[in-house]
């Protein structure tokens, strides 16, 4: 059996999630979507890339939540690395009207970081990205490149498409809503004397 590294980019994923069905699909197991998509494979590993929520708390406060049952949900599985939010202070030309805009940083500098590093130390035999983002393509070749063995491939979010992953990775494939309804996190998650409660808004 082929061991199995998964590399989530979480904000792909969150807004293909979102577009495709509101909030009711983002308490995902991502340890079980996972092994729903290589079902074949053993999975050593989930690596999650996110970044905070800034100046938003019920945003934060649900974010880190969902992170925490995770870990509960899947000790040891999934490895949680967090980018960084952007602010930068936007103004209209014609109205004068200002506002804030927030812009995700290093999360696919985090994920081709990570691919590359793993792929270098051998340590799976297959690589699955959950993404659509054709930043990733060096460092599919690059990690290609380091170990020619690896079997990589694209798992594309709801409303996601990379065309030219696509042509990169043959293998790659659109992940089913119906693999998505059947990943969720239990209602309340327990671990570590500790419980995680499906946000409301999320329902």
């Known amino acids: 059996m082929s061991s199995l590294i998964v590399y989530v980019d979480g904000f792909n994923l969150y807004h293909g999630l979102k577009e495709q069905f509101g909030r009711r699909m983002l308490?995902?197991?991502?340890?079980?979507?996972?092994?729903?998509?290589?079902?074949?494979?053993?999975?050593?590993?989930?690596?999650?890339?996110?970044?905070?929520?800034?100046?938003?708390?019920?945003?934060?406060?649900?974010q880190g939540r969902y992170q925490q049952a995770l870990l509960a949900q899947n000790p040891g599985l999934v490895d949680i690395v967090q980018g960084r939010y952007q602010k930068k202070p936007m103004k209209c030309r014609k109205c004068g009207a200002g506002w804030t805009h927030y812009e995700e940083k290093e999360t696919d500098v985090n994920i081709a970081t990570s691919l590359v590093a793993d792929a270098a130390r051998r340590l799976s035999d297959s690589a699955l990205i959950v993404s659509a983002d054709s930043d990733l393509t060096p460092a599919v070749k690059a990690a290609r490149s380091l170990n020619p063995s690896l079997y990589v491939a694209a798992a594309f979010p709801p409303k996601r498409f990379s065309a030219e992953l696509k042509k990169l990775m043959p293998g790659s494939f659109h992940i089913s809503p119906n693999k998505i309804r059947q990943s969720q996190l239990p209602q309340t998650v327990s671990g570590a004397g500790r419980s995680y409660l499906r946000p409301v808004k999320w329902s």
């Open 27 to 62: 308490w995902l197991d991502l340890v079980d979507l996972s092994k729903s998509l290589r079902p074949r494979s053993n999975l050593v590993q989930v690596r999650y890339f996110t970044a905070p929520v800034l100046d938003e708390p019920p945003a934060a406060s649900r």
